[in-house]
């Protein structure tokens, strides 16, 4: 708490010393990614940074606008995050399910250390009953987004837990200049519709959006996919002086066919598209209300936000068949539910130093969860008997505090601190599992810019960044399923990083960018496949290059080409197994994307084709067992007519490929195999084949 005081104090004085000075003068450089409100309005609810100096803090930092977004054809809500160059969105299990994530190096899991914020709140469950982390993308409604905003790396002030890999912040628009309907079907039983209207009210806007979809999908046991969604606000003046209040409803139910073992594929026990558990599944919902709050003028600027959560998960899955429970099953139920309050708030203050531009914004976060989380076992979700149940409460606050100073016209740099103090509570019905535990940490943070020069810009970076880990993970005493005694873990785990890069848009069209990445963590969060949930692991390093271009070559035709490479390492021996290798499981090492975009969407015939490879990856410590590469193409061609009506067609694994969505290896029992016995054998969800999905859509 100490420190965190003194982050306080330094704060305020650098705050008084700066207000004396007047407006930031000098020149502004030229923007490497600009972006524009193409959707009729956008709120400034989650952006990031703020004042004068909105520019890349780093060469893989990027801003794109929705328009762009709603270029791409995708299967399901989150992969418009794959706009990011080197983020892989992907899924195990039924629609409803949170996504898995994959970028730098890392198998994400549901989320863990890539912080999603959605219209200025976190995504990020901590605490969770299917893994630290998880984040749940399934509410977005993509039509809504008017800027996605990636940050790679620990190297900004504003971002906090779950942010080392990076971070991506949703902003949904205000308004909409013409009221938007549209209606999808497609394979395997896809319905979607969905009207997003806006109307003046008073000196404001009123914006609504109402979404429903159904989805069966490929599988021998249907998903029976059933989701409703809405979002409703109301706003006051721009993004940098106004005001809006939002509401968000969402509820879905579904099946999942969660991944499978290849023997029991190869075997003929099951098709492709089969399942060794088919009452798997689960239902979620998401009720939120949020506000957020900015004024600015030429001497400085204030954002505010607040934002109730409310949200529910059941989830029933079953990984290993008969391994445990030769009778009854593996299957598991995992429910989380919670309540989250939290907010931030930030002023920025401008001025000069020695007749140069400086800023310096001072922030504060804060957020408390108060979880019920628990764990059974369960045959057709009937259920068994209970392994945990806990009540938990935890609470965390951050200060930062960042300065940007353009010391020329061609250098410029960014210091921040930030401070971050937890607090749990776990009321367990395990008594000896049960407690409390605080932890803080500060996390200093550097980068630099030169430039530009022909267009070009280069940039270092470096930091340092945490991820918190499962509260009930910190206080447990006893293992819930053995009785054995069960090692603590700590609260918050150091993360350090660096990177340089070059930025550049040399040639008329193109924004292109190189980016040699670092990072270190002292404890790996790792997905544990025969638990269905994340443990702490071992010192892990990661090191590699991206390489990322979009090239606007004319005003009916763009390209993207991005490709990364990382190499993934543990850096320490397993105390328990010192002979087991340092491959950190399911960390990617290749992935790359490509795509054009011919057309104008609100006039004429326009289309587009993209293609994502997702490398192979070791799914185990020794690299016995990998997994396969995976190449999709995903298409689109349409019609838009002079009224307003517009006609699509998206065709989804265009070229119908039998690849992996993704994979693990570790031990199962079918029930077909000895009692007692167990194979160690990759597990994994295949890639949907060829789906077709028309939309028809209007605006008036």
Same mark, same amino acid.
């Not at 600015?296 to 068949?321: E, H, V, W």
């Given at each position: 708490m100490r420190r965190v005081a003194r982050l306080i104090s330094v704060s305020a004085l650098i705050s008084v010393w700066q207000s004396g000075y007047a407006n930031a003068q000098g020149a502004i450089l030229p923007e490497i990614e600009v972006t524009a409100d193409l959707a009729g309005g956008r709120s400034g609810q989650g952006q990031i940074g703020g004042g004068s100096f909105e520019r890349p803090e780093s060469s893989s930092e990027r801003t794109i606008t929705g328009e762009r977004l709603m270029e791409r054809p995708i299967m399901r809500p989150a992969e418009v995050l794959e706009a990011a160059p080197g983020l892989i969105i992907t899924q195990h299990s039924g629609e409803g399910k949170a996504n898995q994530y994959f970028l730098r190096g890392f198998n994400l899991d549901h989320g863990t250390d890539l912080a999603i914020n959605v219209d200025g709140m976190p995504v990020n469950m901590p605490t969770h009953g299917h893994g630290q982390g998880y984040a749940d993308l399934n509410f977005l409604i993509p039509e809504l987004i008017?800027?996605? +905003? *990636?940050?790679?790396?620990?190297?900004?002030? +504003?971002?906090?837990?779950?942010?080392?890999?990076?971070?991506?912040?949703?902003?949904?628009?205000?308004? !909409?200049?013409?009221?938007?309907?549209?209606?999808?079907?497609?394979? #395997?039983?896809?319905?979607?519709?969905?009207? !997003?209207?806006?109307? @003046?009210?008073?000196?404001? +806007?009123?914006?609504?959006?109402?979404?429903?979809?159904? %989805?069966?999908?490929?599988?021998?046991?249907?998903?029976?996919?059933?989701?409703?969604?809405?979002?409703?606000?109301?706003?006051?003046?721009?993004? $940098?002086?106004?005001?809006?209040?939002?509401?968000?409803? #969402?509820?879905?139910?579904?099946?999942?066919?969660?991944? *499978?073992?290849?023997?029991a594929i190869t075997s003929g026990m099951i098709g492709r598209y089969g399942s060794l558990d088919t009452?798997?599944?689960?239902?979620? $919902?998401?009720?939120?209300?949020?506000?957020?709050?900015?004024?600015?003028?030429?001497?400085?600027?204030?954002?505010?936000?607040? #934002?109730? !959560?409310?949200?529910?998960? $059941?989830?029933?899955?079953?990984?290993?068949?008969?391994?445990?429970?030769?009778?009854?099953?593996?299957?598991?139920?995992?429910?989380?539910?919670?309540?989250?309050?939290?907010?931030q708030a930030s002023h920025t203050?401008?001025?000069?130093?020695?007749?140069?531009?400086?800023?310096?914004? *001072?922030?504060?976060?804060?957020?408390?969860?108060?979880? @019920?989380?628990?764990?059974?076992?369960?045959?057709?979700?009937?259920?068994?008997?209970?392994?945990?149940?806990?009540?938990?409460?935890?609470?965390?606050?951050?200060?930062?505090?960042?300065?940007? #100073?353009?010391?020329?016209?061609?250098?410029?740099?960014?210091?921040?601190?930030?401070?971050?103090? %937890?607090?749990?509570? *776990?009321? @367990?019905?395990?008594?000896?599992?049960s407690g409390k535990a605080t932890d803080s940490i500060v996390s200093p943070k550097f980068g630099m810019a030169f430039g530009p020069w022909s267009k070009t810009e280069f940039f270092f970076n470096a930091g340092r960044a945490f991820h918190s880990n499962d509260a009930r993970g910190v206080t447990i005493s006893v293992d819930p399923r053995t009785g054995l005694s069960a090692d603590k873990v700590p609260l918050l785990v150091r993360a350090q990083g660096a990177e340089i890069g070059m930025r550049t848009q040399i040639f008329e069209g193109l924004d292109s960018s190189v980016t040699f990445f670092g990072l270190d963590y002292k404890s790996e969060i790792l997905f544990v496949g025969d638990a269905g949930t994340t443990e702490p692991s071992r010192p892990s390093r990661r090191y590699g290059i991206e390489w990322a271009n979009h090239y606007k070559y004319t005003s009916w035709l763009s390209l993207d080409v991005d490709l990364t490479w990382s190499h993934a390492r543990f850096t320490a021996p397993d105390p328990s197994m010192p002979l087991l290798g340092n491959n950190v499981p399911g960390a990617p090492t290749m992935i790359a994307a490509a795509g054009f975009t011919i057309g104008d969407d609100n006039k004429g015939w326009f289309g587009g084709a993209r293609l994502r490879f997702f490398g192979p990856r070791p799914l185990d410590e020794d690299k016995l067992v990998t997994s396969k590469a995976t190449t999709l193409v995903n298409g689109r061609v349409g019609y838009a007519f002079e009224n307003g009506m517009k006609l699509q067609l998206d065709a989804l694994n265009l070229f119908n490929v039998k690849a992996e969505q993704i994979a693990y290896a570790y031990d199962s029992r079918l029930s077909t195999e000895a009692a007692g016995s167990s194979t160690y054998d990759r597990h994994y969800h295949p890639v949907e084949p060829l789906a077709l999905r028309l939309t028809l859509s209007g605006r008036l």
């Open positions: 008017s800027t996605l +905003q *990636v940050r790679k790396g620990p190297y900004f002030a +504003q971002e906090g837990d779950f942010s080392s890999a990076g971070s991506v912040h949703l902003n949904y628009i205000d308004k !909409i200049d013409r009221n938007l309907w549209l209606t999808s079907l497609g394979s #395997y039983g896809y319905k979607r519709g969905l009207a !997003i209207a806006s109307n @003046s009210l008073g000196e404001g +806007q009123v914006l609504f959006a109402g979404e429903a979809s159904a %989805y069966n999908g490929p599988w021998d046991t249907p998903d029976r996919l059933r989701k409703l969604n809405t979002v409703m606000r109301y706003s006051q003046g721009t993004a $940098n002086n106004g005001f809006s209040v939002t509401g968000m409803a #969402y509820v879905n139910r579904w099946n999942s066919t969660d991944q *499978v073992a290849e023997r009452t798997d599944g689960g239902n979620s $919902n998401r009720f939120s209300l949020s506000g957020r709050w900015e004024q600015s003028d030429n001497d400085s600027s204030t954002r505010a936000n607040a #934002y109730i !959560i409310n949200s529910s998960l $059941n989830l029933y899955n079953n990984f290993t068949y008969f391994l445990n429970d030769p009778i009854n099953g593996d299957q598991f139920h995992q429910s989380d539910r919670r309540t989250i309050l939290g907010g203050f401008k001025g000069e130093v020695a007749g140069r531009p400086m800023e310096t914004e *001072v922030g504060f976060q804060t957020r408390n969860d108060s979880i @019920s989380v628990g764990l059974a076992d369960t045959v057709a979700r009937q259920k068994l008997n209970v392994v945990r149940n806990d009540s938990v409460r935890q609470t965390n606050g951050a200060v930062y505090i960042e300065n940007r #100073y353009k010391l020329t016209d061609w250098f410029r740099t960014t210091l921040g601190l930030r401070g971050d103090t %937890y607090l749990v509570d *776990v009321n @367990s019905n395990i008594s000896a599992n």
